[in-house]
């Protein structure tokens, strides 16, 4: 396994638009659990192939405490069940720092494949759903500072360029 390196905002390789999985073999199971190492290292929650640089589509998740329930999404989909918005502070390994008040979507019926490579469904909600957007807003080339306001995002970009110098 390996830690890899996660790329920052506003790295422009970040709004790379990311393609679907052909099949899912021995490398793809390679790069996921790569992918896991370098999620609980960096103490997220989850984490896009897109963020390491690698424009597929392919997502880890782990909202438990122990860290021991990972949820792998391979070319996932998603479709709003009804109109409640739900808002949450978000934060992001690409925009380390910072945290922001994002509405997105509360209720979505999610559809992907597993690391086995089988389709499976669920219809999560709360920080999941949220979760889950955010990731495949990554897979999509965004970040949760495009639904930020310009000046916002424009603010972030300047401190965390100022930070690196
Ligand atoms: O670790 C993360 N925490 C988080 C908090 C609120 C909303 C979304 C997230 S995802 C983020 C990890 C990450 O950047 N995934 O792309
Ligand atoms: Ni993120």
Redesign the pocket.
């Known amino acids: 396994m390996a830690i890899l390196d996660?790329l920052e905002f506003p790295d422009p390789l970040l709004r790379t638009v990311a393609k679907p999985v052909q099949s899912v073999d021995e490398k793809i199971q390679q790069l996921i659990d790569d992918m896991l190492e370098t999620?609980y290292a960096?103490?997220?929650?989850?984490?896009?192939a897109?963020?390491i640089n690698v424009h597929r589509q392919v997502?880890v998740?782990d909202l438990s405490d122990d860290k021991q329930s990972p949820l792998v999404l391979i070319n996932p989909s998603f479709r709003v069940l009804d109109d409640e918005a739900f808002d949450?502070?978000?934060?992001?390994?690409?925009?380390p720092g910072f945290?922001e008040e994002?509405s997105r979507p509360a209720h979505i019926e999610v559809k992907a494949l597993g690391r086995d490579g089988e389709p499976f469904e669920l219809i999560p909600d709360g920080?999941l759903a949220?979760?889950i957007q955010?990731?495949i807003?990554?897979l999509n080339g965004k970040l949760?500072v495009d639904h930020l306001s310009a000046l916002k995002r424009d603010r972030i970009k300047q401190k965390i360029k100022k930070d690196r110098r």
């Not at 960096?42 to 896009?48: E, P, T």
């Not at 949450?88 to 925009?95: D, H, K, M, R, T």
Request: one cysteine or more; hydrophobic letters at 50%.
């Open positions: 996660i999620m960096a103490q997220g929650i989850g984490l896009a897109t963020q997502i998740i949450y502070q978000e934060g992001c390994l690409s925009v945290f994002v920080l949220v979760c955010h990731e807003d990554h949760f």
